[in-house]
C-alpha cells in the first residue's frame, strides 16, 4: 500500500513541477553540420539546387520621386527552403506540425542570403525586437519571415511625363550562392500581394508583373526574381486647370478697346507673371531631354506672350494711324494710298502681291481689325493644340 502511494506521489510531482525540455540549436543541427553550405536534391545520381520559394506582402507603396527617380515600400518577405540535413524534435515538439526557431539560430543554420538589388536603402522594422520569423515544419522545410522597409531606384522614362506608366519594382538575388547551388522562385500560390487598406494620394498602381533577371557575375550566374508595378500619375487639378484658366484670361485682352492701354497691359503681364510662376514652380524630372509637361507650360507661356505682341503690335499701328490723321488729310490719305497700289501694279506685280499689298494696307488703317480676328484665331489654336497635346501624350 505504502508503495502504490510512493509512485503516486511521484507521478503527481512530475505532473505538477516538472517543465518541458527547453529547446536548444543542438536539437536542431546535428553534429557535422555545414552552415556554410546549402542543402543538394538528390534525384537519381543528378544533384540539384535547392530551390528557395519567395512570397512579399506589400504594406505600403510611398513616396515616388520623379526628380530622384525612387520610391518607398513597405514589405513583409517570406523565404521557404527544405533542409534534409537537419533534425526535427519530436520529443519535444509532441503534436504539433512546426515549431518556431530563434531568429538569431540563422548563424548556426544554413539560410539563404538574399540582396534587394535594385534598394538604396534598407531598414529592418523593430519594435521591441526585430519583426522576423523563423520555424520548421516536420518535414524539415524551414520559413523565415521579416518585415523591411525598402528605398528603391526605378529607372524612369519621362518622355510622357506627367502622363506616364512607370514600371517601378524589387529586384531579389541570391549573391552568396550561384544557380547551381540556389533557384529562386516565386511561390506557385499568392507570391505578391498588396495591402486591401493600401492608398495612394497622386498615383494608381496597376497591373503587377513577375518575372526573372539571372545575372552573369565574375564567371558564375546568380539566381534572380523580380516583380514590378505600374503607377500612374494624375495631374489634372494641380497643373492643366489652372494654366488653361491663365491662357483663357489672358485671351480677354482681345475683347479691351485699344485705347485702355493700362487695363489691357495690367492683365497681360499679370498672366505672363503666373504662367512663369507656375511652371517654375511645377515639380519636373531632372532628366536631359524634354518631357510632356514641358511642352504644355512652355506653350501656355507662348499663347499669354503672343497676346502681348499682339497688343503692341495693335498699339503700334493705332499710334501710327493718329500720326497720319494729323499730319495728311483723309483725302489725301486715300489718294496716296490709290497711287502707290497703281504705281505697285504698274511695276509689274501679280494680282496676288496686289492683293496682299492691299489688304496689308487694309489693316495698316484698321487696327481694330487684328483684335477682332485674334478673339477668334487665339481660342482655336488654342483648342487645337490642346487636342493634340491630348492625342499625343494623353491617349
Known amino acids: 500500500m505504502m508503495q502504490i502511494l510512493l509512485v503516486a506521489f511521484e507521478v503527481l510531482w512530475i505532473a505538477c ?62 523565404e521557404q527552403w527544405k533542409d534534409d540535413r537537419l533534425i526535427f524534435p519530436e520529443e519535444i515538439a509532441g503534436n504539433r506540425s512546426k515549431i518556431v526557431l530563434d531568429p538569431l539560430w540563422r548563424n548556426d543554420i544554413w539560410t539563404p542570403d538574399i540582396w534587394f538589388k535594385n534598394a538604396l536603402d534598407i531598414t529592418l522594422q523593430k519594435w521591441v525586437t526585430r519583426s522576423v520569423l523563423y520555424w520548421i515544419e516536420r518535414d524539415k522545410t524551414l520559413h523565415f519571415a521579416g518585415r523591411v522597409t525598402l528605398e528603391l531606384s526605378c529607372d524612369m522614362r519621362m518622355e510622357k511625363y506627367p502622363h506616364d506608366s512607370q514600371f517601378c519594382g524589387i529586384s531579389i538575388i541570391s549573391l552568396m550562392d550561384p544557380s547551381t547551388d540556389l533557384q529562386l522562385n516565386w511561390n506557385e500560390s499568392q507570391p505578391v500581394r498588396i495591402s486591401s487598406i493600401l492608398t495612394l494620394p497622386q498615383f494608381e498602381v496597376g497591373n503587377i508583373s513577375r518575372g526573372r533577371c539571372d545575372t552573369d557575375m565574375y564567371e558564375e550566374t546568380y539566381s534572380c526574381v523580380n516583380v514590378n508595378f505600374v503607377r500612374i500619375g494624375y495631374f489634372i487639378i494641380n497643373t492643366y486647370i489652372p494654366t488653361v484658366l491663365i491662357v483663357f484670361m489672358s485671351m480677354l485682352i482681345f475683347w479691351i478697346p485699344p485705347e485702355s492701354a493700362p487695363a489691357r497691359v495690367s492683365l497681360g503681364v499679370t498672366s505672363l507673371l503666373t504662367i512663369i510662376t507656375k511652371q517654375y514652380q511645377s515639380t519636373m524630372p531632372t532628366v536631359s531631354y524634354i518631357v510632356a509637361l514641358n511642352i504644355w507650360l512652355s506653350s501656355c507661356v507662348a499663347f499669354v506672350f503672343c497676346s502681348l505682341l499682339e497688343y503692341a503690335l495693335v498699339l503700334t499701328l493705332l499710334k501710327k494711324r493718329q500720326n497720319e490723321v494729323k499730319s495728311i488729310p483723309d483725302i489725301q490719305t486715300e489718294g496716296y494710298a490709290q497711287k502707290e497700289i497703281t504705281n505697285i501694279s504698274s511695276e509689274g506685280k501679280s494680282g496676288k502681291s496686289a492683293w496682299i499689298h492691299r489688304h496689308c494696307r487694309k489693316i495698316q488703317r484698321s487696327p481694330h481689325l487684328i483684335d477682332t480676328v485674334s478673339k477668334f484665331v487665339f481660342p482655336i489654336a488654342f483648342i487645337v493644340f490642346c487636342i493634340a497635346y491630348a492625342n499625343l501624350y494623353v491617349t
Open 17 to 78: 513541477f516538472s517543465f518541458p525540455k527547453p529547446l536548444t540549436v543542438s536539437d536542431i543541427v546535428p553534429p557535422g553540420y555545414d552552415k556554410l553550405l546549402p542543402p543538394k536534391v538528390i534525384k537519381g545520381d543528378k544533384s540539384l539546387p535547392v530551390n528557395v520559394t519567395l512570397r512579399m506582402y506589400v504594406l505600403q507603396l510611398r513616396s515616388f520621386d520623379e526628380v530622384e527617380m525612387d520610391f518607398k515600400m513597405d514589405i513583409i518577405i517570406r
